[in-house]
């Protein structure tokens, strides 16, 4: 079975152009999780995605990100435009079951962003 | 309001001796307390959970964690350390019987030393 996959597993950008992340959660998770880790900084949560529908977006930084997921499969994380701070690494997770304590959530191995 | 403190960004052990990382956690509510490990180029993988069935909670690779809520810890130890537990570990929390995020730590990466 595959796991979550990002794409790209590195970008590097300058500061001011627009780049789209992407994630493919486990085939028939419903549950779609962004997170975000700063260098040096703890893992933190962006946004939750029900199917197609945002369940939770208050850990996105700002309207510079914009998340989607259409169809509710794959999901894109845009930044435009991109500046310095928002350089780390961006982990997507998914799960089957709703509550993030309750069942076990599976990782991607993330997207370094990189802002120059 | 929950957050999770990790004692010691790096840690070194020699192989074959005991690894302990510490994690204390802060919570309002009863936790689900999580460590997830993270081996380079791969993405994070959970290494086991408390959810308040035993304290003493065993995970994959013989890690164990102990639960105390006195001392509201969540430490993570293994008895012998191999050249394949160098990784990055986070500690993370939960609010149990709530629907809500996980917090994670900042991490602490384990060397080891031959």
């Known amino acids: 079975e595959a796991g979550v996959t990002q794409f790209p597993s590195h970008s590097v950008i300058e500061k001011g152009q627009t780049v789209t992340l992407r994630c493919d959660p486990i085939?028939?998770?419903?549950?779609l999780y962004w997170y975000r880790r700063v260098m040096g900084k703890e893992i933190k949560f962006l946004l939750h995605?029900?199917?197609?529908?945002?369940?939770?977006e208050s850990g996105m930084p700002n309207n510079r990100f914009l998340a989607e997921r259409t169809g509710g499969t794959y999901s894109t994380l845009k930044v435009q435009p991109a500046e310095l701070e928002d350089s780390g690494v961006y982990f997507c997770?998914?799960?089957?079951?709703?509550?993030?304590?309750?069942?076990?959530?599976?990782f991607g191995s993330g997207t370094q962003l990189s802002v120059l | 309001a929950q957050s999770v403190t990790q004692l010691g960004s790096h840690v070194s052990v020699s192989e074959g001796a005991l690894v302990l990382l510490r994690c204390n956690y802060s919570?309002?509510?009863?936790?689900?307390l999580f460590w997830y490990v993270q081996y380079p180029n791969q993405g994070l993988q959970l290494l086991l959970k408390?959810?308040?069935?035993?304290?003493l909670v065993k995970g994959i690779n013989d890690f164990e964690a102990e639960f105390k809520k006195s001392e509201t810890s969540f430490h993570l130890t293994k008895p012998s350390a191999h050249m394949s537990d160098a990784a990055e570990y986070f500690c993370?929390?939960?609010?149990?019987?709530?629907?809500?995020?996980?917090?994670f730590g900042k991490g602490t990466r384990l060397h080891i030393l031959p």
């Open positions: 997770a998914s799960s089957q079951v709703r509550r993030q304590g309750s069942e076990k959530l599976f």
């Open positions: 085939s028939g998770h419903d549950n």
């Open positions: 995605f029900v199917k197609e529908s945002k369940q939770d």
């Open positions: 919570s309002s509510v009863p936790p689900y």
């Open positions: 408390y959810t308040s069935a035993a304290t």
């Open positions: 993370a929390v939960s609010p149990m019987n709530r629907d809500d995020k996980i917090i």
